[in-house]
C-alpha cells in the first residue's frame, strides 16, 4: 500500500513552479478544489476558511506561480470585504424595519478570523499587496462596527415536529448537538433515531452492529424515509452508537472543520455534511461511503505542501492515521510528521 | 375570435397577480376555456372531456414554452384568509397536494380548490418559485446557474416570511422549495450556540435549570 518515499520525493523536487498543465490539474484548479471562494461565504465556515487562507499565505505562497498567488489574493481581499457585511450576514435574512422593543444584538463577527488573515497577508505578501489588505482590513472593520448593533427582528418560528425533522436533515453533527438545548421540541426532534442512524452511516460508513438484512445498506444511499424504519431492531440507540465511537476516535477531540473522502480522493468541509446534503462521490453514487475527518495539525502539514501533491498527501496520511490500530512498531515509524521530515520546506 | 380576446385579458391579469405578491388578489372570474374552441396550436388532437380534471390534464400535457394563444387552464384557490388566488395549472401542478386533487378530481362540483393552511400572499409567492423552476435544465449549466441564483434571492426573506414558506411549502407538497427553505433555516441554525439560536428565532427556554445542566452535560461529547 505504502508507495515508496524515495520515489515520491524525487516527483516532487522536479516538479517546477511553471504553469504547464500537461500533466495534470494546474496549482489554480487544485486550489479551486479547496472551495474557499465559496466557504468565506458561509458565516458558519468564515472562520475556519480565514485560518486555512492564513496558513497557506505563510507557509506556501511564495512558491506558487503568479497566477495562483492573484487568485490567492483576490480571496483575502474578499475576505475582509465579506467582514463588512457579516451582521447582516450572520443573521443571514434582510431586515425590515425593527419592530418591538427587544434588546439589540452586539455582534462582533469574524474580526478575531479576519486578524489572523491580515498578520498572515502582512507575513507573506510583498509591499503593494500587503498595504492594500491591510487597509481593506482596517475599513471593514470600522464599516462593521458603525453599522451598529444588530436590531432584533421578532421573527415566530413554532415548528411542527415534522418540519423541524425536515430542517435538521440539514444540520452537520455539531449543530444538531447544539439544536437539541434549545428547547424541549427541538430536543426531541434533535434525538430522533433516523436522524443519527444517516449520521452514523455518512460518518463512520458502516453498520459493525449486526441488523440482519442486507437490504438496509442500499437504502442508506437514498433518502432515508420513514418507511424504512420498520426494518429497524425496536429501540436501537443510534445516537447512543454514534456517540461511543466519535469519543473513541481522538481525530474528534480536535474539532476538525474538514474531511477528507477515500473514494474522490476529495476535501470536504464537515459543515456540509448533513443527512440531506451527503457526500456523494461524483461516479460512484451509489457506493459505500468513506470519509475521514482531517486534524488540524495535518491541515497544518498540508497547506506546506506544493499543491499539486494535496490530495496525495491527504490520502495517504488519512490512511495512516486511521491505521492506528495497527500493531505499534507501524504505527511509531509512519507518522505524518515523519513523512513530513522527507520534504523539508 | 372572442374566446382568443378573453384568454389574452386573463392572461395580462394572471401576470399582474404572479408578479404582486403583497396586494390585494383581485377576485376575478376567468371564463372557463374550452379547449375544443381553440386551433390546432394547443397541441393536437388531445380528446378532452369537460370536466375540471381533464381540462387541467389536457393543458398540463401541452408544451409550457407555446405561445400566448395555445390554452392555458387556469386553477382557481381559496386561501386561508379568504381571498381567491388564480394561478396556472401547469403552475399549480408543481405541488403534489394540487396534482393528486385534481388527478382525483376531487375539486367536488365547482372549479374552486380550497386551500385552508395559506395566505393569498404565501400561495402568490410559492406559485413564483413554482413557475420559474418548470423548466427543470438537466445539464444544462446556464439554466442550472439562472435557478441557483434565483433561489438565492429567493429566499433572502425574513424570518415571517421563511416560515410561510416553510409551513405552505410543506403543506402543498412542492419538495424544491422545501428543501430550500429547510437549507436556510439550517443555515441560521449552524455554527451558533443554543442562546444565539434562541434569539434569533425568538425561541423560550423551556427548560428548568436542573433540566438545563442536565441536557448540557448529556451534549458536551460533541463539543470536547
Known sequence: MLVSWAKFREDWSSSSDDDDDDEGPSPAKKYEQLGLADSLRRPYDYSDSCQELALILRRAYAKFPKSLQSIIFRDTLSAFRLLSQMDRFAACFCFDTPRGGKPNVELDIGIPAANLLVKAAEA???KQKKTLASSKFKHSVIAQRRRGKVHQVEGYMDLPQDILLHVFRFLDIRSLVSASSVCWSWNTAAKDNMLWMSHYYIIFGRIDISIGKKSLFSDFVHDIGPNEGKELPINFDWRGAFKRIFTKQSVWRCRPHRAFCIHCESILWLSAITCGTPHRCPGNEKGRLNIKPISANMLRVVFGMPIYFLDIFLSLCVK???GLNSPRAWRSHHTPERFLELFPS | ????????????????????SEEEVAVEKPPVINPM?????AGAAIPVGNSLSDQVMAAAISETGETEESEKKNLRLMSSDGKEVVVEAA???????????????????SDVINIPNVTAAALSLIFRYCEKHLVDGDGDKAITDDLKSFDEDFISVDLDTLYDLLMGSNYLDVKGLLDLACQKVADLIKGKSPDEIRRIFNIEKDFSPEEEEEVNKENKWAFE
Do not use: Y
Not at chain 2, 394540487?98 to 367536488?108: F, L, S, T, V
Open chain 1, 124 to 126: 507573506a505578501l510583498p
Open chain 1, 320 to 322: 495512516m492515521q486511521a
Open chain 2, 1 to 20: 375570435m372572442a374566446a382568443v380576446t378573453e384568454t389574452e385579458s386573463v392572461e395580462k391579469k394572471k401576470n399582474r397577480l404572479m408578479n404582486s
Open chain 2, 37 to 41: 374552441s381553440e386551433d390546432d396550436s
Open chain 2, 91 to 109: 403552475v399549480a401542478m408543481k405541488s403534489q397536494l394540487i396534482r393528486q386533487m385534481i388527478e382525483a378530481d376531487c375539486a367536488g362540483g
